[in-house]
């Protein structure tokens, strides 16, 4: 049975940084890309980041770039995001999401929805707030 399961999240001030994890199970994890994906109160879901199985790529919205790092340990089967500068924009419950394919990358809407995606989380709140 395959697992995603965020930890992580919870109140930050804006400024501050904040390191997500995804804890990955039942599949086999080193061969999928991975995602961070985001949805904000009241709006649609936006991608964040993804990578490449051996964490050799990785990718980011424009919102996020030079500010959030995306990283994995196939070892471990974590997936992780660490965010730095946050801004009030970045509130959102962020989800973590596997591919449908082995080895390839699919998802490359920036507004994907999450059936786009083989598996996902339950996710975990970030709050940006002064």
């Known amino acids: 049975q395959v697992q995603l399961v965020e930890s992580g999240g919870g109140p930050v001030q804006p400024g501050e940084s904040l390191r997500l994890s995804c804890t990955a199970s039942?599949?086999?994890?080193?061969?999928?890309?991975m995602y961070w994906v985001r949805q904000a109160p009241g709006k649609g879901l936006e991608w964040v980041s993804v990578?490449?199985?051996?964490?050799?790529?990785?990718y980011y919205s424009p919102s996020v770039k030079d500010r959030f790092t995306i990283y994995r340990d196939n070892d471990e089967n974590t997936l992780s995001l660490q965010m730095h500068s946050m801004k009030s924009e970045d509130t959102a419950r962020y989800f973590c999401?596997?591919?449908?394919?082995?080895?390839?990358?699919?998802?490359?809407?920036?507004?994907?929805?999450?059936?786009?995606?083989?598996?996902w989380g339950r996710g975990t709140q970030v709050t940006v707030s002064s």
């Open positions: 039942g599949f086999t994890f080193s061969n999928y890309w």
């Open positions: 990578i490449s199985p051996n964490g050799g790529s990785k």
């Open positions: 999401a596997r591919d449908k394919k082995t080895h390839f990358r699919t998802v490359v809407n920036s507004n994907p929805v999450l059936h786009d995606f083989g598996s």
